[in-house]
């Protein structure tokens, strides 16, 4: 059995940070080299965080010692090297989006079920504290049957902050591409697979300019759609709503409610970016015992919403959680939970949101998915802590 999966990162940029961070907390897995075009980038990555090798991404695909890539490359090559991953019997862990193109995921999909290698797919909030509470809220019937979910993320744009915000705004990017999956990924979670959507979207600026430095006052080209209206139903028969733009200035909604036969949840979001981008934060819940619409007397202010205790400890940013349950899916031979299905679904449902605008037609989904389980409360913070 295995003990320790090998794994070779490949794209070393900002976020495989956090992913190196959290992966060296769990001694089921080792981030045993690292890769990117720019191999000084990749050699001051691996001497940060005493990583054995930086060398070239074909040359991690090659080494025949690596059990597993982690995908950190931009969303046009994603899967390019997922794809080479398994053809070279490597398991593979990408960010998100899963793929820019439907036909890529089901390559990717079929190729994995044919080397029986595992396929995981960013993002991995959901596994979060915050998350894995509504789950439990939900599961434990606190607000009764799920009828129906709304979400909203409303921000200007990337090119304030970000130093290289072009791939925002080409293909592949976009609100809905780069937010979305957070949002459909907690949704799928919380309510599993979706049956049909439909949506419209618009391009509300032909040019922006980057605002943040060292490229100040730079224009950039759009070329994708950055403000997007979606409509779901899920195969359970709730239905929904979600917005995602980078044309807002600023809202006072941005927040994702869930609501029940007997009462709603609601997760605010104080930071409209970072919503369900982040593993904690706090849950609300009310119901009919507790709300306005009872005929006892209302509680002025917030003490009418209760407030669920965290399901777990990950309530820090975690980002990479996902590849270590993949290991241990790999290890005990079980599904793991931020699993390529799921993420091919909610790309799918990304794709059928936009394509809607179009053709005014309902997307019918042809993928489905799994609900993942819940994260058991004692999910270790160590191989040894699970034993």
């Given amino acids: 059995?295995?003990?320790?999966?090998?794994?070779?990162?490949?794209?070393?940029?900002?976020?495989?940070?956090?992913?190196?961070?959290?992966?060296q907390k769990f001694d089921v897995l080792e981030i045993v080299a690292c890769g990117s075009l720019n191999i000084e980038e990749s050699q001051a990555k691996a001497a940060k965080y005493g990583i054995s090798k930086a060398c070239s991404p074909d040359e991690i695909?090659?080494?025949?010692?690596?059990?597993?890539?982690?995908?950190?490359?931009?969303?046009?090559?994603?899967?390019?090297?997922?794809?080479?991953?398994?053809?070279?019997?490597?398991?593979?862990?990408?960010?998100?989006?899963?793929?820019?193109?439907?036909?890529?995921?089901?390559?990717?999909?079929?190729?994995?079920?044919e080397t029986g290698l595992y396929v995981g797919n960013a993002p991995d909030t959901f596994l979060g504290g915050r998350w894995q509470t509504v789950?439990?809220?939900?599961?434990?019937?606190?607000?009764?049957?799920?009828?129906?979910?709304?979400?909203?993320?409303?921000?200007?744009?990337v090119e304030r902050h970000h130093p290289n915000p072009d791939f925002y705004y080409r293909a592949g990017g976009g609100p809905l591409l780069d937010l979305g999956p957070y949002y459909l990924?907690?949704?799928?979670?919380?309510?599993?697979?979706?049956?049909?959507?439909?949506?419209?979207?618009?391009?509300?600026?032909?040019?922006?300019?980057?605002?943040?430095q060292p490229r100040h006052?730079?224009?950039?080209?759009?070329?994708?759609?950055?403000?997007?209206?979606?409509?779901l139903e899920f195969s359970s028969g709730a239905i929904g709503s979600i917005t995602m733009s980078f044309d807002v200035w600023d809202s006072e909604t941005p927040r994702?409610?869930?609501?029940?036969?007997?009462?709603?949840?609601?997760?605010?979001?104080?930071?409209?970016?970072?919503?369900?981008?982040?593993f904690q934060g706090p849950v609300w819940y009310r119901t009919r015992e507790t709300s306005r619409w009872t005929y006892k007397p209302r509680v002025e202010g917030l003490d009418d919403?209760?407030?669920?205790?965290?399901?777990?400890?990950?309530?820090?940013?975690?980002?990479g959680l996902g590849l270590v349950d993949l290991a241990y899916a790999v290890?005990?031979?079980?599904?793991?939970?931020?699993?390529?299905?799921?993420?091919?679904?909610?790309?799918?449902?990304?794709?059928?949101?936009?394509?809607?605008?179009?053709?005014?037609?309902?997307?019918?989904?042809?993928s489905t998915c799994d609900r993942p389980d819940i994260l058991p409360a004692n999910f270790p913070i160590s191989e040894d802590a699970g034993q």
């Avoid at 593979?92 to 793929?99: A, G, L, N, Q, R």
């Avoid at 799928?188 to 605002?211: A, H, K, N, Q, Y």
């Avoid at 931020?338 to 997307?363: C, K, P, R």
Wanted: proline share 4%; glycine share 10%; with cysteine.
């Fill in 256 to 278: 994702l409610e869930i609501y029940g036969e007997k009462g709603t949840i609601c997760i605010p979001d104080p930071d409209p970016v970072h919503g369900a981008n982040l």
């Fill in 331 to 366: 290890r005990d031979r079980r599904p793991l939970r931020a699993s390529g299905a799921m993420a091919h679904h909610v790309f799918e449902a990304m794709h059928g949101i936009l394509a809607s605008q179009n053709d005014g037609q309902y997307w019918m989904l042809q």
């Fill in 135 to 157: 789950r439990r809220l939900i599961d434990e019937g606190v607000i009764g049957r799920p009828t129906g979910l709304s979400s909203f993320v409303g921000t200007h744009g």
């Fill in 61 to 113: 695909i090659d080494d025949p010692d690596i059990d597993c890539i982690l995908n950190l490359t931009i969303p046009a090559v994603h899967a390019e090297i997922s794809l080479k991953a398994l053809a070279a019997g490597k398991h593979v862990y990408s960010e998100k989006p899963f793929v820019t193109t439907l036909e890529d995921g089901r390559k990717i999909l079929k190729l994995a079920e």
């Fill in 1 to 23: 059995m295995m003990s320790t999966l090998r794994v070779g990162l490949i794209g070393c940029g900002v976020i495989s940070d956090i992913y190196i961070q959290t992966c």
């Fill in 305 to 319: 919403w209760q407030i669920a205790d965290n399901h777990h400890d990950h309530n820090e940013d975690s980002r």
């Fill in 217 to 231: 006052g730079e224009i950039m080209n759009v070329e994708v759609d950055t403000h997007v209206q979606g409509m």
């Fill in 185 to 212: 990924t907690v949704m799928v979670f919380l309510l599993g697979p979706l049956r049909r959507v439909c949506g419209l979207s618009r391009r509300t600026f032909d040019e922006r300019m980057i605002e943040s």
